[in-house]
């Protein structure tokens, strides 16, 4: 059997890569001595996918909102029952999850990983859907959807989405609506499955004490291959480079305000390495303008403008990238402000080079002890993956980047006109 062996002598890491026949990676990043095990089996597809042109079809398709998810639940069901009562026999923990960009299956265990994973690959292969249990799946979303709205941390990410962006799939929530989702049927579900589905859109990750090339295997003798790769046309509409608004409120049961502020970031080129080095390098300047190593966050802290919960993160992904922060505050414009007020001065002064070297390497360390956990090895790999780039590519980021290539980036991204502010107020 034909695999890659990558070793990462730093960090005393190694990983295994086998791509079967039928264009589908499969990676095994061992990790001895681990009692857990922990499996994934993922796809290209998530909640912004709302409208593509199907394998072998002119006509594009628009889907409703909250599909991609949709899909995921009820993959949960097949014709001879639960899958999660399956795993569960074998004694293995399972799950899923549905971002803006990708659909996830997993499963962890310390034993039977085999016939766990065996399951895994058969039963994300074979989708049954009737139109009973459509219907029937509409209530539990409906239910989840629901729960949600009333969730102040979440309204206000979702909000300040929605205020950075007019026209992009990313505003709308990743379940949908009560509306949306009242739209989907059999039809729509098989549809986007037999679209997205097909191995070469997907990948599989094993992270923990197994046998890589006993994983290959079953790889191999689990994926299937009929057809022949389909091309995957995804439509998005344009969007505009002006936020949507600056300012979105709405009123919850919060006993003090709650807020996430954020810059839209207007870039072409999302992902490889160019994407990566943006990445590190927004992370950093956060760091630097508003970590908890920063005056502004000792001042604010201090006068009681934000707490604890305070935080911050930069997303960038297909076609879209920005900074989000934020927390609980009793006066979030004031926070906005001060905000602003440090980066104009950051401009002014230019970045402290110190701060950024520090700031880099504890970046690094973090980013090197996520591989104590075998749950983190696999989110953040997969984060990266549909990106085009490789979780060990972070490390040679880290090495390189520069305080000028960050200083550039500071001004690309911090514009005051590309900021938004999400407030959750008191009832």
């Known amino acids: 059997m034909d695999y890659k062996t990558t070793h990462y002598k730093d960090i005393n890491e190694v990983i295994y890569i086998y791509e079967h026949k039928s264009g589908l990676k499969a990676f095994v990043i061992p990790k001895k001595g681990y009692s857990k095990k922990y499996?994934?089996?993922?796809?290209h597809y998530g909640s912004i996918n709302n409208e593509f042109i199907p394998p072998g079809e002119k006509e594009s398709l628009k889907v409703p909102d909250g599909i991609a998810h949709f899909l995921e639940h009820k993959l949960?069901?097949?014709?001879d029952g639960s899958v999660i009562d399956k795993f569960s026999k074998l004694g293995s923990s399972p799950n899923a999850y549905t971002s803006f960009n990708h659909t996830v299956y997993l499963f962890s265990c310390t034993e039977k990983f085999q016939e766990n994973l065996k399951l895994l690959l058969e039963y994300v292969q074979n989708p049954y859907i009737t139109e009973e249990s459509v219907e029937k799946e509409k209530g539990i979303i409906g239910q989840e959807i629901r729960m949600y709205e009333d969730n102040p941390n979440w309204r206000s990410s979702v909000n300040l989405l929605g205020a950075l962006y007019s026209r992009h799939p990313i505003r709308v929530d990743m379940a949908g609506t009560i509306e949306s989702i009242s739209q989907i049927n059999r039809d729509y579900l098989y549809k986007c499955y037999n679209t997205f589905y097909h191995p070469s859109n997907m990948m599989v990750?094993?992270?923990?004490?197994v046998d890589h090339e006993q994983v290959f295997r079953q790889v191999e003798e689990s994926i299937k291959t009929s057809g022949s790769k389909p091309e995957i046309r995804r439509i998005f509409p344009e969007e505009p480079e002006a936020i949507n608004k600056p300012y979105v409120e709405q009123k919850l049961a919060v006993s003090v305000p709650l807020f996430q502020a954020g810059f839209k970031d207007n870039i072409k080129n999302t992902g490889g390495m160019d994407g990566l080095y943006r990445e590190v390098a927004v992370k950093l300047l956060l760091e630097m303008i508003m970590g908890k190593s920063s005056p502004l966050y000792s001042q604010l802290y201090s006068e009681g403008l934000i707490n604890a919960t305070f935080g911050f993160d930069y997303?960038?992904?297909?076609?879209?990238?920005?900074?989000?922060?934020g927390g609980e505050s009793p006066n979030?414009?004031?926070v906005r402000d001060r905000i602003l007020e440090a980066i104009w001065n950051i401009g002014y002064t230019g970045l402290d080079?110190?701060?950024?070297?520090?700031?880099r390497k504890a970046m690094k360390g973090r980013f090197v002890r996520q591989f104590n956990s075998v749950e983190r090895i696999s989110h953040n790999f997969i984060s990266v993956y549909f990106r085009g780039v490789n979780i060990f590519d972070y490390l040679h980021v880290y090495d390189t980047i520069s305080l000028e290539y960050t200083n550039d980036i500071f001004r690309q991204h911090f514009k005051p006109e590309q900021l938004a502010l999400s407030v959750i107020k008191p009832v």
Do not use: H
């Not at 499996?39 to 796809?43: N, P, Q």
């Not at 990750?205 to 004490?209: A, I, R, Y």
């Open 39 to 43: 499996a994934t089996f993922a796809t």
């Open 76 to 79: 949960f069901e097949q014709e």
């Open 205 to 209: 990750l094993v992270v923990g004490d």
């Open 315 to 325: 997303t960038i992904e297909e076609n879209y990238a920005f900074s989000m922060f």
């Open 332 to 334: 979030p414009e004031k």
């Open 353 to 359: 080079a110190s701060a950024f070297d520090r700031i």
